[in-house]
């Protein structure tokens, strides 16, 4: 499907050809579209988005860049399907993100958006990298689910705070370290399961530092022998995640 030209003289019908509204009016194509198509230039969302205008370069992207492999399956679930539709990518070439576009294969180059099927669900590459995810039909990516999840949980973890210690709560880090107790200086600790955003400072007394109470499960840095063993490690400074010291298991005495 065409995108919306990224003028300010296209028309209604532009706009309609873009979204494929239910019925033809301004109104049912702001319904209708797929919110990460905008130009958040032209959109920046919330109750302002009333104009024609609004749908500025809607359904366009940076052009593709990367030619890969996908696979299809009907329902909400392609893992594990054989890859061999040809086609192109934007953005990162080892990845799948919501509002990534896909277009479909001209012989080795990139031709039109491909045209993603409701009914349909798609996957791209293998190990910790597959991933399943829904294409609109302007191309664009949804619903992107990793196959095999790429992170293990670092539970519990909290700071130290004036007067004690903070709510514990998970943290995450690469599945490829296997269980917790193999953490490292060097190792990277996320605050989410997609492993997206490096752990930084926390707002305690002392902002690099964290800590876990040991126990005997898996998700844990120290066992719970001795009791009263916790672990403790502090991240960079650089804001990366990565643990710059520790972790070490400490006995209170």
Do not use: H
Not at 227 to 253: H, K, M, W, Y
């Amino acid at each position: 499907m065409p995108g919306v030209p990224n003028t300010t003289d296209f028309t209604l019908a532009d706009v309609i050809a873009a979204v494929l509204p239910s019925s033809n009016d301004l109104d049912e194509c702001f319904t209708d579209a797929f919110q990460d198509a905008f130009n958040y230039t032209y959109n920046p969302g919330g109750n302002t988005n009333t104009n024609l205008l609004n749908f500025r370069d809607y359904g366009n992207d940076i052009a593709a860049q990367n030619q890969l492999y996908m696979g299809s399956n009907y329902g909400n679930d392609a893992c594990g399907r054989p890859r061999s539709i040809s086609v192109w990518k934007n953005r990162n070439p080892n990845s799948v993100q919501n509002g990534d576009k896909f277009w479909q294969d001209n012989g080795g180059s990139a031709g039109s958006p491909y045209p993603g099927q409701s009914f349909l669900s798609y996957t791209c590459f293998t190990g910790l990298n597959a991933v399943t995810f829904k294409l609109s039909s302007l191309g664009i990516v949804s619903n992107v689910t990793f196959c095999s999840l790429p992170s293990l949980v670092l539970s519990d973890v909290y700071y130290a705070i004036s007067g004690g210690t903070s709510t514990p709560v998970d943290y995450y880090y690469s599945s490829e370290i296997g269980n917790a107790s193999n953490l490292s200086a060097g190792d990277i600790i996320y605050t989410d399961a997609a492993l997206t955003t490096p752990l930084g400072f926390n707002s305690g007394t002392i902002g690099y530092r964290y800590f876990q109470n040991g126990t005997s499960a898996t998700t844990t840095i120290c066992g719970s022998t001795p009791s009263d063993v916790f672990a403790q490690f502090e991240v960079s400074n650089a804001l990366t995640g990565v643990i710059v010291r520790g972790p070490s298991c400490i006995v209170i005495q």
